[in-house]
């Protein structure tokens, strides 16, 4: 879609905006907010899991978790819900 994005509300609503991602993400609020792919940022508090390259949200849509996003969303991951020993 070029620079425009397309912005999924948790009322249902979309929205289309002229912007660029970088300049979304860095607009977002960080720890609120994540990219996880290159045309893909999440809110955070919506995520109910994620496996297989997915991160599936709580409105039972997923985004693609990419490679390249793939080690900061895990240290995400692993920050939230350490591995018990």
């Known amino acids: 879609m070029g620079e425009y994005l397309r912005l999924h509300l948790t009322s249902g609503a979309t929205m289309m905006t002229l912007l660029r991602m970088k300049n979304m993400e860095s607009a977002l609020p960080v720890g609120r907010f994540m990219r996880v ?4 940022i999440v809110n955070l508090s919506h995520i109910t899991g994620y496996a297989r390259g997915r991160v599936y949200l709580d409105n039972g849509e997923y985004a693609p978790l990419s490679v390249n996003y793939r080690d900061a969303f895990i240290g995400y991951v692993g920050s939230i819900h350490p591995t018990q020993k």
């Open 37 to 40: 792919h290159r045309s893909y």
